[in-house]
């Protein structure tokens, strides 16, 4: 199986597993990468180096992965990578090699051991008191809740009241009018 461009190829190891699935199925993607071309299989390529041999590797697991997943997005990475590659070698560029190192953790000086300490104190005791003054605020509202409540319910009473004696003292007032000889008229004397 080659793949690259028409001044640059290499030979992919055979991979019987994958070779079942992929024989029959001619697949280009944008030109760069073939699959299944039996007449190129295995043909003699100059310059392969172990960079070529770790790409072509990557590239045959990538196949493999998109296969098993039925997902191209890993092929069509290492084929990005495998075409960025090719084309700075074709401008006469060096290869790209990325490396990834992990970051050497070291321990901490007494000092910063210590402003972290405080730090975390600090932390602890702001939110402590916040939450003392969600609780208080929490608490005031809930007084000020029943507060409010009460003094609703001391009102309602006192509109009752109101109300009653008003009634009292229209119907006292129509009684009067009935039997009073300095009536106005037919007119009837009512409070609102």
Excluded: W
Aim: glycine content about 4%; aromatic content about 4%.
């Amino acid at each position: 199986m080659l793949t690259g461009t028409k001044s640059n190829y290499m030979i992919l190891p055979k991979f019987s597993e994958m070779e079942k699935n992929i024989t029959n199925i001619p697949t280009t993607i944008d030109g760069i990468f073939t699959i299944g071309c039996d007449e190129t299989r295995n043909q003699e390529v100059p310059d392969m180096d172990v960079s070529t041999l770790k790409q072509n590797e990557k590239i045959l697991e990538a196949t493999k992965m998109a296969l098993e997943t039925g997902e191209l997005t890993p092929l069509v990475k290492e084929e990005l990578k495998y075409t960025i590659q090719t084309r700075r070698l074709a401008e006469g560029k060096e290869e790209l090699q990325v490396q990834f190192e992990n970051p050497i953790n070291s321990e901490l000086r007494p000092d910063e051991v210590e402003k972290v300490v405080r730090r975390r104190e600090q932390n602890r005791q702001a939110a402590q008191r916040f939450r003392q003054r969600q609780k208080s605020r929490g608490d005031e509202l809930q007084k000020k809740n029943q507060k409010l409540l009460s003094e609703n319910l001391r009102l309602r009473r006192e509109i009752q009241t109101l109300q009653t004696e008003r009634d009292r003292l229209n119907h006292a007032l129509n009684e009067h009018m009935a039997v009073c000889p300095y009536k106005n008229g037919d007119q009837q004397f009512f409070i609102k």
